[in-house]
Nanobody, 126 residues
Framework: QVQLVESGGGLVQAGGSLRLSCAAS????????MGWFRQAPGKEREFVAH????????YYTDSVKGRFTISRDNAKNTVYLQMNSLKPEDTAVYYC???????????????????WGQGTQVTVSS
């Protein structure tokens, strides 16, 4: 089992920045891909960003490209999501996930991940 714990969420004004962290413990593996998803009230959980095992490949949903950056530090078993130029529509609970999606399509899908954190709330005020 892998345990994932997110941190770094909070309340920020539009245009501001936050950095989310996700610390992994348990049967971790540097070969796991990591992803960030988010879920706004009344909406489905949606893909935000993905990073492969060595940080060499990243994917983003279109709405965050140029504003969010995903990265990882395998020595610390931690993945980060730097969020800049935040907008009210970024308000959601953000979840990190770990797994071996295998394909670019699955890397953007909840089905590509086996382990999930409990989430951290991000609220962007206008």
């Amino acid at each position: 089992q892998v345990q994932l714990v997110e941190s770094g969420g909070g309340l920020v004004q539009a245009g501001g920045s936050l950095r989310l962290s996700c610390a992994a413990s348990g049967r971790t593996s540097s070969y796991y891909a990591m992803g960030w998803f988010r879920q706004a009230p009344g909406k489905e959980r949606e893909f935000v960003a993905h990073v492969n095992w060595n940080g060499g490949t990243t994917y983003y949903t279109d709405s965050v490209k140029g504003r969010f950056t995903i990265s990882r530090d395998n020595a610390k078993n931690t993945v980060y999501l730097q969020m800049n130029s935040l907008k009210p529509e970024d308000t959601a609970v953000y979840y990190c996930a770990s797994g071996t999606p295998g394909t670019p399509v699955r890397a953007r899908s909840r089905d590509g991940y086996d382990y999930w954190g409990q989430g951290t709330q991000v609220t962007v005020s206008s």
